[in-house]
Nanobody
Framework: QVQLVESGGGLVQAGDSLRLSCAAS????????MGWFRQAPGKEREFVAV????????DYADSVKGRFTISRDKAKNTVYLQMNSLKPEDTAVYYC?????????????????WGQGTQVTVSS
């Protein structure tokens, strides 16, 4: 069983930065892709960023490219999402998820474990 615990969310102003962390436990996850997704009120959950099992391959939603950076520390079983230049439209609950495969994917159906989410609120 894999457990994912997100942290680092909070209330910030537009233009500020936050770093989200996702700590994994229960089973090695170092060979699997890891992703971040988010869900804003009244909207469906959407892809934000993914990092492949190697840690060399990353992909981002167009809305966050150039502002967000995903990374992973395999020794700590932790995945990070550095969020810079935050905008009010980034307000959402952010979830990390473990991919079923080594390759990065934006498809939510290719993720089998999810964290409980952490709230990010960006005020204007």
């Amino acid at each position: 069983q894999v457990q994912l615990v997100e942290s680092g969310g909070g209330l910030v102003q537009a233009g500020d930065s936050l770093r989200l962390s996702c700590a994994a436990s229960g089973r090695t996850f170092s060979t699997y892709a890891m992703g971040w997704f988010r869900q804003a009120p009244g909207k469906e959950r959407e892809f934000v960023a993914v990092i492949g099992g190697s840690g060399d391959s990353t992909d981002y939603a167009d809305s966050v490219k150039g502002r967000f950076t995903i990374s992973r520390d395999k020794a700590k079983n932790t995945v990070y999402l550095q969020m810079n230049s935050l905008k009010p439209e980034d307000t959402a609950v952010y979830y990390c998820a473990k991919g079923q495969y080594y390759l990065a994917s934006y498809n939510q159906r290719e993720y089998d474990y999810w964290g409980q989410g952490t709230q990010v609120t960006v005020s204007s």
